[in-house]
């Protein structure tokens, strides 16, 4: 995972963790309760800024999908949904690697 996502989402996790109160169910709240970003051109915007290939980008969110589900079940047809599912994922992992979940 890219340096400048990993200390993006970790900063939007404290700041969730500091509008809620608690660590209760984070991952959800942080990055599941709604979009992390939304539009499709903030998504595009986004992608670039963290100089994240579209394609690289399906490739982690169909990876994830086959290792937690056993099969893809999405279909990514713009920018928006992609990002949104790449940071439901990569959230995942940060919130395992510090024991949020």
Known sequence: MK???KTEL??????????LG???EIHFHAFNEG???????????????HD???????????DSELENFG???TTFDNAEKLVNH???WLGL?????LELN
């Open 22 to 24: 608690s660590q209760e």
């Open 3 to 5: 340096e400048s996502i």
């Open 71 to 73: 099969e893809i079940q």
């Open 52 to 62: 994240l290939d579209t394609f690289d980008a399906i490739k982690i969110c169909n």
């Open 86 to 88: 790449l940071v439901y």
């Open 35 to 49: 979009y992390y970003i939304i539009g499709y051109y903030q998504a595009e915007q986004w992608l670039k800024k």
């Open 93 to 97: 992992e940060i919130c395992n690697e």
């Open 10 to 19: 970790r900063e939007h996790l404290n700041e969730t963790i500091e509008h």
